[in-house]
């Protein structure tokens, strides 16, 4: 059998390194867009990896939970020169928007709600509603395929938008129906992989070449061996702070959480946003309904994953919460354990998984359970989109309970925010008539909230 050449494939670590920075700083715009940034550069520029071989590396990450963009670079750098080339790849994809949301974090605790600033952030929350709303027709066009796939995504926002039905059971409940149905031999569960150029580069013509490198195969021992290492990086700190400081300080419910989101995030950070901002919203009570809207308009118009706006979530819980520090270390401290637990697993998923997920991409019926799954993730990202124009566009929400488990959120009309509605309405004119890309949009769009700000009419 072909093992490739040697590691690295005469790419220097450190050529490898200035390459996955200058991608990191160019990683604006969401997954759809950080993926693009990296095929151009990876593929086309750099020729380091075929296309056939991009796309099922790609397909690797869309089985696992978190980004998919930055386990995809961390999955690529790890091919290309192991785990140093792993985790400066992953690594730096991450840096970049961990140093500017902390900066803007500060900045929004000590500013954000007065005067420019507020008007910046209430024109950034009307892009967003805009961008969310993209999502939803983006995803949705290519997964709801079929009558069976527009099924499972409309129960997805029902169960998450009427009844509060935990993300994580949403995905369970997705994932086996569409396990079942193909076994079953349904031909509405049936995939056809990621698809892409029919005639990009060949693997035999890229740097890395066709073979399996020694270091990418199936060891056990090396298994074994990552993994208890980063269990222990990963759950090491979650244990010390429940031990150390009780469940229920504010440092421990945020690393318990975002541990458990990390595991979960599965179907992108707009599916994910929809559980976080349940949680962080209803059940901690770190942060309003507003304000999330905000830390999303952060995290879109600064480089690497939306995810990052977690971590604008732990710095605020922890801002806010009953910590016994100054609210500015408290919130310095809660933004970077969140980003480290919800980060670190991404790498253990890759370096103790990669070797042996690779023969999961054949089987049809697990392929058919991620295809079910993606359908219920436009679910719940229109959930999301929702969930955003409602707090959006009007002061008041009522929530009624007829029963049975049952909850609608019913806006009072009369308050209705019309320069909200004005701006959002532009900004939606924007992406979907005029195709405005993700940072026109916003930079337009917090133009216009200050102008309105100044002109006392938001």
């Not at 070449?209 to 700190?237: D, E, I, K, M, Q």
Request: contains cysteine; hydrophobic residues 55%; positive net charge.
């Amino acid at each position: 059998m072909d093992r490739g050449g040697p590691p690295g494939h005469g790419v220097t670590l450190s050529e490898a390194a200035r390459v996955w920075a200058r991608i990191a700083l160019l990683s604006f715009g969401g997954p759809a867009g950080q993926i693009a940034v990296m095929h151009r550069i990876l593929v086309d520029e750099k020729r380091w990896i075929g296309e056939a071989r991009f796309l099922h590396a790609l397909s690797f990450c869309t089985l696992l939970p978190g980004p998919e963009a930055q386990q995809l670079a961390t999955y690529i750098g790890w091919l290309m020169h192991r785990t140093a080339g792993g985790l400066i790849a992953g690594g730096l994809f991450v840096l970049p928007g961990l140093v500017s949301i902390m900066g803007l974090s500060l900045i929004y605790a000590a500013f954000g709600g007065v005067g420019i600033v507020g008007g910046l952030f209430f024109g950034l929350k009307c892009a967003v509603l805009a961008i969310v709303l993209q999502a939803v027709v983006r995803v949705g066009a290519r997964a709801l395929r079929n009558d069976a796939m527009r099924a499972i995504a409309a129960g997805a926002f029902a169960a998450i938008f009427l009844f509060d039905v935990p993300f994580p059971l949403i995905v369970l409940a997705a994932g086996l129906i569409g396990y079942l149905g193909t076994r079953s031999g349904a031909d509405s569960f049936r995939t056809g992989g990621h698809g892409g150029a029919a005639n990009g580069l060949a693997d035999a013509d890229s740097r890395l070449g066709t073979g399996v490198p020694a270091h990418a195969r199936p060891n056990l021992r090396r298994t074994l061996t990552f993994s208890a290492l980063f269990l222990a990086l990963w759950l090491g700190p979650v244990l010390a702070l429940v031990i150390g400081l009780g469940p229920d300080h504010v440092f421990s419910a945020i690393a318990v959480f975002f541990s458990k989101m990390a595991v979960v995030t599965f179907g992108g950070a707009y599916a994910v946003l929809a559980y976080v901002a349940q949680a962080a919203v209803d059940t901690y009570g770190w942060l309003k309904p507003g304000e999330m809207l905000d830390g999303l308009g952060l995290a879109e118009t600064t480089p690497g994953p939306l995810i990052m706006v977690t971590q604008f979530v732990g710095f605020l819980g922890a801002f806010r919460g009953q910590s016994g520090l100054d609210p500015y270390v408290a919130g310095v401290l809660g933004g970077l354990l969140t980003t480290w637990v919800t980060f670190l697993p991404c790498f253990l998923w890759i370096f103790a998984g990669a070797p042996y997920v690779e023969a999961l991409r054949e089987n049809r019926a697990l392929s058919g359970a991620l295809a079910a799954i993606t359908a219920a993730v436009v679910g719940v990202i229109l959930n999301l989109a929702v969930w955003f124009a409602l707090h959006l566009l009007f002061a008041e929400i009522r929530s009624l309970h007829p029963g049975l488990g049952l909850r609608l959120d019913i806006p009072v009309w009369t308050s209705l925010r019309g320069p909200a509605l004005l701006l959002s309405g532009a900004a939606i004119l924007a992406v979907f008539r005029f195709r405005a890309g993700v940072i026109p949009t916003l930079l337009a769009s917090s133009a216009a909230g200050v102008g309105l700000h100044l002109a006392g009419w938001a």
